[in-house]
C-alpha cells in the first residue's frame, strides 16, 4: 500500500513536479535535498559485499567530482552500520587508488546503453575529471527500514541484489536498478526482466557497480530513460488488485454453492 500511495504522489519523477517531491522527501528524511542519493541494499539481514560497494561508490564518485548521498541499508547489521559511521573514507580512497593504479577498469555502460559515458570523449575514450574538483559525498548508514517506499522515492538509483519484491518495488516508483547478486535459479529470472526491460544493469564486481552508478549520475537523459521504463515495468496497484480479485472469486464461489 505504501509504494501504490507514493508512486501516485511522486508521479512522474523525471518532471519538474516529481522532482520537486523526490527533493523534499529527502529533507523529509534528514539528508541533503539537492544531492542525488543512491540506495544501497543487501536484504535485510545486511548481508553480502555491501561495505566494498560503498567504499568502491565513494571513491568513485569522489574522484568524478559526483556530489551525491550514499544511504546504506544495512538490516539487522549494526556492526557494519557502526563500521560505516565512522569509517574513514579518505583513507578508502587513497587505499583503492593505490590498488588500482594501473589498472583499466572494464565499462558496461556504453556497450548495454549503446551511450557514451558522461567522462568520455567523443571515442568513448575515459578522460580525467578536468577540473579535479572532488565529489561531496554524505554516507548515511541506516538500521532495519520500515519507510522503504519513502527512501525509494528520495532515491535517484538503487543498489541491490536482485529481490523480485525489491525490484517490483523500485518499479513501481519508477527508480533504475543496479543489481549487485542473484540466487540461481528462483532470482536469476528477475535479472533478465531488468535488463530487457532497460531499466538496470548487473555487475558482481563493487568496482564495475561504482563505475556503472557513477556513469548514471552524470548521464541526466540516460536515467530519465531508465526511469521511464521502470515506470513502464511497473504495477504499483498490483497488491490491491490481487486482493480484489480473490475477493472477487471467494464471492462466486460462495454464491455457487449457496444455490
Given at each position: 500500500?505504501?509504494?501504490?500511495?507514493?508512486?501516485?504522489?511522486?508521479?512522474?519523477?523525471?518532471?519538474?513536479?516529481?522532482?520537486?517531491?523526490?527533493?523534499?522527501?529527502?529533507?523529509?528524511?534528514?539528508?541533503?535535498?539537492?544531492?542525488?542519493?543512491?540506495?544501497?541494499?543487501?536484504?535485510?539481514?545486511?548481508?553480502?559485499?555491501?561495505?566494498?560497494?560503498?567504499?568502491?561508490?565513494?571513491?568513485?564518485?569522489?574522484?568524478?567530482?559526483?556530489?551525491?548521498?550514499?544511504?546504506?541499508?544495512?538490516?539487522?547489521?549494526?556492526?557494519?552500520?557502526?563500521?560505516?559511521?565512522?569509517?574513514?573514507?579518505?583513507?578508502?580512497?587513497?587505499?583503492?587508488?593505490?590498488?588500482?593504479?594501473?589498472?583499466?577498469?572494464?565499462?558496461?555502460?556504453?556497450?548495454?546503453?549503446?551511450?557514451?559515458?558522461?567522462?568520455?570523449?567523443?571515442?568513448?575514450?575515459?578522460?580525467?575529471?578536468?577540473?579535479?574538483?572532488?565529489?561531496?559525498?554524505?554516507?548515511?548508514?541506516?538500521?532495519?527500514?520500515?519507510?522503504?517506499?519513502?527512501?525509494m522515492v528520495a532515491a535517484d538509483v538503487l543498489v541491490t541484489k536482485?529481490?523480485?519484491?525489491?525490484?517490483?518495488?523500485?518499479?513501481?516508483?519508477?527508480?533504475?536498478?543496479?543489481?549487485?547478486s542473484f540466487l540461481p535459479g528462483q532470482e536469476a529470472g528477475n535479472?533478465?526482466?531488468?535488463?530487457?526491460?532497460?531499466?538496470?544493469?548487473?555487475?558482481?564486481?563493487?568496482?564495475?557497480?561504482?563505475?556503472?552508478?557513477?556513469?548514471?549520475?552524470?548521464?541526466?537523459?540516460?536515467?530519465?530513460?531508465?526511469?521511464?521504463?521502470?515506470?513502464?515495468?511497473?504495477?504499483?496497484?498490483?497488491?490491491?488488485?490481487?486482493?480484489?480479485?480473490i475477493g472477487q472469486q471467494t464471492i462466486a464461489w460462495m454464491t455457487?454453492?449457496?444455490?
Open positions: 500500500h505504501g509504494f501504490a500511495v507514493q508512486a501516485e504522489q511522486l508521479g512522474d519523477r523525471t518532471t519538474p513536479e516529481g522532482k520537486e517531491y523526490q527533493r523534499k522527501m529527502r529533507i523529509q528524511l534528514g539528508m541533503d535535498g539537492e544531492k542525488p542519493m543512491v540506495l544501497v541494499m543487501g536484504g535485510g539481514e545486511g548481508v553480502g559485499s555491501l561495505s566494498d560497494i560503498v567504499n568502491e561508490l565513494y571513491a568513485e564518485l569522489y574522484q568524478q567530482g559526483v556530489d551525491a548521498t550514499i544511504c546504506v541499508v544495512c538490516g539487522r547489521n549494526e556492526k557494519l552500520k557502526d563500521e560505516l559511521s565512522t569509517r574513514d573514507f579518505a583513507q578508502v580512497v587513497k587505499e583503492i587508488n593505490t590498488n588500482s593504479t594501473g589498472k583499466k577498469r572494464r565499462r558496461f555502460l556504453s556497450r548495454v546503453f549503446g551511450r557514451k559515458k558522461a567522462n568520455q570523449d567523443v571515442n568513448g575514450q575515459d578522460i580525467e575529471n578536468g577540473n579535479n574538483v572532488k565529489g561531496q559525498i554524505d554516507v548515511l548508514p541506516l538500521g532495519f527500514v520500515t519507510d522503504m517506499p519513502e527512501y536482485a529481490g523480485p519484491g525489491t525490484i517490483a518495488e523500485a518499479a513501481a516508483v519508477g527508480l533504475p536498478v543496479m543489481m549487485t535479472v533478465d526482466v531488468v535488463l530487457e526491460g532497460g531499466f538496470g544493469e548487473y555487475s558482481k564486481r563493487p568496482s564495475e557497480i561504482a563505475d556503472i552508478v557513477a556513469s548514471w549520475l552524470q548521464d541526466s537523459d540516460l536515467l530519465s530513460s531508465m526511469s521511464q521504463a521502470a515506470k513502464k515495468a511497473g504495477h504499483p496497484y498490483a497488491a490491491d488488485e490481487i486482493v480484489r480479485d455457487l454453492n449457496e444455490k
